[in-house]
């Protein structure tokens, strides 16, 4: 199980960090995703990170860090720099490493089984 924590309202120029807790089994067992799905578009895949390695959505490039703290079982999402485009709904997405290590889509919805309820941000002055 995932549940997300950290969204709010930012004013633009901001930052923020998102917070992905996981439940149930090691996080260190699973590939980590971050989504976004801003209002009336279609979800898009941020970054996701795999056996140490991250892979980025060409627009996230400079601006999204993923951190994963194993230990406590939890991921983080910081975004620098926002702007309204940014506003959405953030979640996190985990599948088994192993599984991923397969794929190369790593920045697809359905690449992932387990999905966090999302948390909403909104950068607005």
């Known amino acids: 199980r995932l549940v997300n924590f950290g969204g709010g309202l930012v004013q633009p120029g901001g930052s923020l960090r998102l917070s992905c807790v996981a439940s149930?089994?090691?996080?260190?067992?699973?590939?980590i995703g971050w989504f976004r799905q801003a209002p009336g578009k279609e979800p898009e895949g941020i970054l996701c990170?795999?056996?140490?390695?991250?892979t980025y959505a060409d627009f996230a490039q400079g601006r999204f860090t993923i951190s994963r703290y194993n230990s406590n079982n939890t991921a983080y999402l910081e975004i620098k720099y926002l702007n309204p485009e940014d506003t959405a709904v953030y979640l996190c997405?985990?599948?088994?490493?192993?599984?991923?290590?397969?794929?190369?889509?790593?920045?697809?919805?359905?690449?992932?089984?387990?999905w966090g309820q999302g948390t909403q941000v909104t950068v607005s002055s």
């Open positions: 997405a985990a599948d088994w490493s192993t599984k991923m290590r397969a794929t190369d889509n790593l920045l697809g919805r359905e690449e992932y089984t387990f």
């Open positions: 149930g089994e090691r996080m260190d067992y699973f590939g």
């Open positions: 990170n795999n056996d140490g390695r991250t």
